[in-house]
Antibody
Framework: QVQLQESGPRLVKPSETLSLTCAVS????????WNWIRQTPGKGLEWIGH???????AFDPSLKGRVTLSADTSQNHFTLTLSSVTAADTATYYC?????????WGQGLQVTVSS | DVQLTQVPSSLSASVGDSVTITCRAS??????LNWYQQKPGRAPRLLIY???SRQYGFPSRFSGAGSGTEFTLTISAVQPDDYATYYC?????????FGGGTRLDVK
């Protein structure tokens, strides 16, 4: 059974960088693409981006320039880095995959941007 | 980028009713359309993938249809466990997007 688990800080100050990690078990991250998705009450579900097995990544255009995705195949986890955060980045962050229809999801991590 | 418009944004139904949710894409996405069910405090669950294929664990009263730019999710006889929010999502790369969601609640 594939399981995903997000980890990272729950509180981040404005203008700082948010870094979240998704640990995957039951499937190798080097086989498929893996995604980050966030959810806010006002905007519903928002796809952030994905990282492919070859290390290439794609992002929602509205976040491009602030988002970096990376993967550590030895640890079987992948990471989201979001720079210059504002209150608008307050959300529940999910990792999901594999591929482009999301069979498996993490439980979600509520992140608040506040000073 | 492909925009998805989901209608209605909410609807009320009684147990046993049939309901249909529509998802319209701003451009042709072939059959790359998925549906998710989400209950409060939980992560979404993949319900239908590639327009018509029902994910294991969901009953046959859930069905998907459509192609190109217009897609539907139908629940043929709503059961108490079906009250949730439903989202469509397109997987026509490079960018992936979700619809705004449809909340189904008790009439």
């Amino acid at each position: 059974q594939v399981q995903l688990q997000e980890s990272g800080p729950r509180l981040v100050k404005p203008s700082e960088t948010l870094s979240l990690t998704c640990a995957v078990s039951g499937n190798s991250i080097s086989t498929y693409s893996w995604n980050w998705i966030r959810q806010t009450p006002g905007k519903g579900l928002e796809w952030i981006g994905h990282i492919q097995p070859n290390g290439a990544s794609a992002f929602d255009p509205s976040l491009k320039g602030r988002v970096t995705l990376s993967a550590d195949t030895s640890q079987n986890h992948f990471t989201l880095t979001l720079s210059s955060v504002t209150a608008a980045d307050t959300a529940t962050y999910y990792c999901a995959g594999p591929g482009y229809s999301f069979t498996y999801w993490g439980q979600g991590l509520q992140v608040t941007v506040s000073s | 980028d492909v925009q998805l418009t989901q209608v209605p944004s909410s609807l009320s139904a009684s147990v046993g009713d049939s309901v249909t949710i529509t998802c319209r894409a701003s451009q042709n996405i072939n059959n790359f359309l998925n549906w998710y069910q989400q209950k409060p405090g939980r992560a979404p669950r993949l319900l239908i993938y590639e327009t018509v294929s029902r994910q294991y664990g969901f009953p046959s009263r859930f069905s998907g249809a459509g192609s190109g730019t217009e897609f539907t999710l139908t629940i043929s006889a709503v059961q108490p466990d079906d009250y949730a929010t439903y989202y469509c999502q397109q997987s026509s790369r490079p960018s992936l997007t979700f619809g705004g969601g449809t909340r189904l609640d008790v009439k």
